[in-house]
């Protein structure tokens, strides 16, 4: 099956390309399994909270770091992700990944003390951090143009696709006995095996195999992606910004000339953390549970947080290259505050019975997954030139993770000091803040080619 698309870019103007959809679409999802760990290990913690918090007798505090750790260890992946993955391959760098995500799932769910616990939990990190930053970034390099914007919303689709399994992993084995929190971690290891296998069956990133000088082997995958005349425009697009670049260094991050971009990339990686989504969706049945119903209830209304994410999610698959990054990002932004206004005002009033905090935080995950999720995604792995891009990447995604951490871990002490209702009017300042950045910062993308982005940001 092909797809004909016209291409706006300069190097295609006057060409009608043919691209193959069914390898595309494979290479991506198969890359996209990593979106499906990222979301599974962030989000399956929910479910264990109360009972793993009771087995350790932890404090709000050890609560807090019990669940926010797995951020200090995927700030460490995605330090260490973006210059490996340089020297590697993005493949390449993706299997071991695979296989931690596996090995770290039976070890934090069979961990005998609460320092283990901790110790595996940032292993797991470890993995989601360079995933996170490696998977987008292998979609980015391999995806047409005109293409690009949907293919890497598909990896946030892969992600909510995670949290939906958590939640429904969570809720089949809350009632397995003393030990449902140990198998909720546990059952990870399975869609880690089938990333694992999957990547022996995808190629590596043509813009990797041009950087290094593997030019036989780039101008087959793009053949395959789009036929002999988009893999000759492709190559010498390529090609001409690659040899005009220098061997790249971590310091040249901060030359005038790429500041912007790094600039831009790290807003956008940290208000995507810090607008609050990592609170509901680490502690929906905490934050249900809040309201009187009771665990069983508190866990099916989780999942229905997963449905409502994943639902979205389209949304934005849809939108993104049609109406764009930049406004998507004006948009959930400030619909975000207004949910975030609503939780604050019916907990600080009690309006906590019936359906309105579940219908506000519904409206929230599903303007999150429509918005900020996938597009955060889209713009961190698109606006860095070709040359630094794993650096780049490594620190905009190291900032992400640290702000995650910093969101989860104080979510219980916030909510034990201050209550739910000041915890989310905190956030709702900062959607309102992050409004202004984007406003002010952030330039459209859509529809341009890496290339061209690149001559954007570098201006």
């Known amino acids: 099956m092909a797809i004909i698309i016209e291409n706006s870019q300069p190097v295609e103007q006057s060409t009608n390309f043919t691209f193959n959809q069914r390898y595309i679409a494979r290479v991506c999802l198969v890359a996209a399994l990593g979106g499906v760990l990222f979301g599974f290990d962030l989000v399956v913690i929910s479910g264990a909270v109360p009972f793993f ?13 019990a669940v926010g750790c797995i951020n200090l260890g995927s700030a460490l992946g995605a330090l260490v992700a ?18 931690l995500f596996a090995l770290t799932g039976v070890g934090t769910g069979w ?9 595996f939990r940032i292993l797991s990190g470890v993995a989601v951090g360079a995933a996170a930053l490696v998977a987008p970034m ?42 449902n929190w140990r198998w909720m971690f546990t059952s990870q290891a399975a869609p880690a095996l089938l990333f694992f296998v999957g990547l022996f069956f995808v190629p590596e990133s043509p813009r990797w195999l041009v950087k290094k000088r593997l030019l036989d082997q780039a101008r087959a995958v793009l053949k395959r992606v789009g036929g002999e005349s988009y893999a000759a425009a492709e190559m010498t697009a390529i090609q001409g910004t690659v040899s005009t670049q220098s061997q790249e260094s971590l310091s040249d ?25 990592n609170s509901v969706l680490s502690y929906a049945p905490v934050i249900f549970a809040q309201t009187g119903i009771g665990a069983s209830s508190s866990f099916a209304q989780s999942i229905l947080v997963g449905v409502i994410c994943f639902a979205f999610t389209f949304v934005a698959i849809g939108s993104v290259d049609k109406v764009g990054r930049r406004t998507l990002l004006l948009w959930g932004s400030l619909l975000l505050a207004l949910f975030l206004a609503g939780l604050a005002v019916s907990f600080q009033l009690n309006w906590t ?33 070709t040359r630094i891009r794993g650096y780049a990447m490594a620190v905009a995604t190291l900032t992400l993770w640290i702000a ?42 859509k529809g341009k080619s890496l290339e061209e982005i690149e001559a954007i940001m570098t201006a």
């Open 111 to 119: 961990a005998g003390g609460f320092a283990w616990f901790v110790f």
């Open 138 to 179: 292998y979609i980015a390099e391999i995806a047409p143009a005109n293409l690009r914007g949907r293919l890497i919303a598909f990896y946030q689709l892969a992600i909510v696709v995670g949290l939906l399994l958590a939640y429904i992993a969570n809720y089949a084995l809350l009632n397995v006995g003393p030990n």
């Open 404 to 445: 995650n951490f910093f969101t989860t871990a104080s979510f219980p002490i916030l909510k034990e000091e201050f209550g739910l209702a000041v915890t989310f009017g905190i956030h709702m300042v900062i959607c309102l803040v992050y409004f202004a950045v984007v406003w002010r910062y952030v330039p459209e993308t």
């Open 353 to 385: 019975s019936g359906y309105i905090v579940l219908g506000l935080i519904l409206a929230y995950v599903g303007t999150y997954s429509a918005t900020l999720g996938p597009v955060t995604w889209v713009a961190v792995s698109e606006i860095f030139p």
């Open 253 to 277: 991050l901060f030359k005038p000339n790429l500041r912007r971009a790094l600039t831009v990339g790290c807003l956008v990686a940290i208000f995507s953390q810090i607008a609050g989504q």
């Open 53 to 65: 918090t009771q087995d350790f007798q932890l404090s709000s505090v050890q609560q807090g770091l």
């Open 82 to 99: 973006g210059r490996l993955s340089d020297s590697l391959g993005r493949r390449k760098f993706l299997l071991p990944c695979a296989l």
